[in-house]
């Protein structure tokens, strides 16, 4: 490849922010025993608002988390954020586990754990509370959290909703950064 492709390439495909949240051996009962294969879960972002999952078994790790970084590369999805938090207070679900998002002022950093941490850092927010209510299942509680990001809406989306207008809808916080 000459350094015209390289280049070319490099371009044309975007630096993601890739992250093994689980890699579990799984068994499936059959006749003549178990049979084991490995199951890896990815989370990738662009830090910038988009975010994705993938899960990919396969007999070999290296192959499930191929299998994973492609399927998660197909879910990416766009996160409403309002700068370097979230709009509004969110909870998702999935199974057993709840997940708890609220927005934090600047400064604040992730509070958060595990997956959820992961897939939040992924996805571009900096400043957020999150709080797990329900199950421990590291799978449901990305799954929630994924839940919750897709329920959040555009400050703007929501504004035209009401009919007001979209500064009634920020924080306190950067309500008053605005007038003052």
Request: overall charge positive.
């Amino acid at each position: 490849m000459s350094d015209y492709e390289k280049k070319v390439f490099e371009q044309q495909a975007p630096e993601f922010d890739e992250r093994v949240i689980e890699i579990a051996r799984v068994a499936k009962v059959v006749k003549g025993g178990r049979r084991f294969q490995f199951r890896v879960t990815v989370v990738i972002g662009d830090n910038h608002g988009k975010v994705g999952m993938g899960i990919g078994k396969a007999n070999a790790v290296p192959d499930a988390m191929r299998k994973a970084t492609e399927r998660a590369r197909k879910d990416m999805r766009q996160v409403a954020t309002m700068g370097t938090t979230i709009p509004h207070e969110v909870l998702g679900r999935v199974g057993g586990s709840r997940i708890l998002l609220k927005p934090a002022s600047q400064g604040t950093g992730v509070i958060a754990a595990g997956g959820v941490r992961a897939v939040l850092e992924a996805a571009g927010v900096r400043d957020i509370l999150t709080k797990s209510l329900g199950g421990s299942n590291v799978l449901n509680s990305v799954m929630a959290t994924f839940s919750a990001l897709d329920a959040l809406k555009s400050p703007a989306a929501e504004a035209a909703r009401r009919g007001k207008p979209t500064e009634d809808l920020m924080p306190f916080w950067e309500r008053g950064r605005k007038n003052g």
